[in-house]
């Protein structure tokens, strides 16, 4: 990890903790001024504030099986410890795409030792379907996973090893 400038290592860390705290934070917001079930409107038959607690995974699989999602989150922090260890100058994406996965991680985790589910409240209803209510930190995983597929797909694109035809 010495190819990583100092500017570099602050904006990471940077954008760590604004996603783990800016994920606390909203999560304390919600929970502490919502109660279980609740639902706020913010734009009708769209979107919604909902406090929700999911014991599961996305989509509350695999429901109560708390030690499973905690040894599966440290096998993959190890993981990406390692893999963004390995990343070059030019992984830009990679190397973002793991910081927020890696935040989304501990923000879902520190949820899940504390109180042994996840405090969810963003909810969309898009086309009739009430998608599944999630955080800020779902988004962070998302957002992170995409960069990383995108780096890998768009590579050579990327960095200018080929070029896109008009």
Do not use: C
Not at 6 to 14: P, S
Not at 32 to 60: E, V
Not at 135 to 148: E, K, R, T, W
């Amino acid at each position: 990890m010495k190819n990583i400038s100092k500017k570099n290592w602050v904006l990471y860390i940077v954008t760590f903790l604004v996603v783990v705290i800016g994920d606390q934070l909203t999560k304390i917001l919600v929970s502490s001024s919502m109660m279980l079930g609740q639902s706020q409107a913010i734009i009708d038959n769209f979107f919604y504030y909902t406090y929700s607690h999911n014991q599961g995974a996305a989509w509350g699989m695999l429901s109560g099986h708390i030690s499973l999602f905690v040894v599966v989150s440290l096998a993959a922090a190890i993981f990406m410890f390692y893999y963004f260890s390995k990343t070059t100058k030019v992984q830009r994406l990679t190397r973002y795409g793991i910081v927020l996965t890696f935040a989304g991680l501990v923000g879902n985790l520190t949820d899940r030792l504390y109180f042994g589910y996840v405090r969810d409240f963003i909810d969309f209803i898009i086309f009739g379907y009430d998608f599944p209510i999630f955080n800020i930190a779902d988004m962070a995983v998302v957002i992170g996973v995409g960069l990383i597929i995108l780096e890998i797909i768009f590579e050579d694109y990327i960095n200018g090893k080929k070029k896109i035809r008009d």
